[in-house]
């Protein structure tokens, strides 16, 4: 929706905040858990009646690098507290409410990527957050490390993901998102050390339902004259 001139003609522009926020940090650990132990290799393999050990790492007690600390990012990292793992994170403001509830610690940008075990993103994208995550910044991570994306596809140069996937830089990834949509071609779907998914993130029943319930709220409190409560532009309301 283009906002200005929605707001120059006086018509309310709403969203749904929160409601999908626990239904992509349930994904987004899902697929720390998957990457960590090759749970999809290991399916294939099975049904193809294979018996191969696929030696994983663990999860618990690892280090979480949150890059990102907005409510997603804060519903990632108590379930990551539930794993006993050591959680660092970047955000453009401290958020001493998680600090506090789970030994998150801030850190430098750049020191995370170096220190963790995995990465999750969760930022929005903007010109500042576009290809945030590049060659340079994948060869600081750890050979070790797994890059996890269930944000914004743009956040993250592909080309370069997959150069350093294909010559195992880092361990591997998990995406849920890119930057064209649906990706009709990409080179990343020829790689065996990354999991991909179609933008599934906030697809469960409870989510959608969250999101239409509190649509429709918007939409009868902006026809019978209140003002909704996740209003875009509040501009509208000014007289």
């Known amino acids: 929706i283009d906002i200005e001139p929605a707001t120059r003609r006086k018509i309310v522009v709403t969203n749904t905040p929160g409601t999908n926020t626990e239904a992509v ?17 290991a399916d294939t393999s099975t049904k193809k009646g294979e018996w191969k050990k696929f030696f994983g790492g663990a999860v618990y007690g690892k280090r ?3 890059v990102g600390m907005g409510e997603i990012g804060k519903a990632v990292t108590r379930r990551a507290k539930g794993f006993n793992m050591r959680i ?11 600090e506090e509830e789970t030994g998150a610690k801030y850190t430098d940008f750049k ?48 080309d370069a993901l997959y150069r350093c996937l294909r010559d195992r830089v880092i361990a591997g990834a ?30 469960t029943y409870e989510a959608l339902r ?15 004259g209140r003002k ?12």
């Open 25 to 41: 940090a349930d994904l987004t650990f899902g697929l720390i858990l998957a990457v960590a132990r090759e749970i999809p290799q």
């Open 64 to 66: 979480l690098g949150i």
């Open 88 to 98: 660092l994170y970047w955000s453009r403001r401290r958020k001493l409410d998680i």
């Open 111 to 158: 020191f995370l990527l170096q220190e963790v075990d995995f990465v999750s993103l969760h930022l929005a994208l903007t010109g500042e957050t576009k290809n945030i995550i590049g060659e340079s910044e994948i060869k600081l991570m750890k050979p070790t490390t797994f890059l996890i994306n269930t944000a914004r596809g743009p956040l993250i140069n592909e």
């Open 174 to 203: 998990a995406v849920d998102s890119y930057s064209n949509e649906p990706p009709q071609e990409s080179s990343l779907f020829s790689l065996d050390n990354i999991i991909t998914t179609p933008h599934i993130g906030a697809y």
């Open 210 to 224: 969250n999101m239409g319930m509190t649509s429709v709220k918007n939409v009868i409190d902006a026809l019978e």
């Open 228 to 239: 909704p409560r996740y209003v875009v532009n509040p501009e509208v309301y000014q007289s």
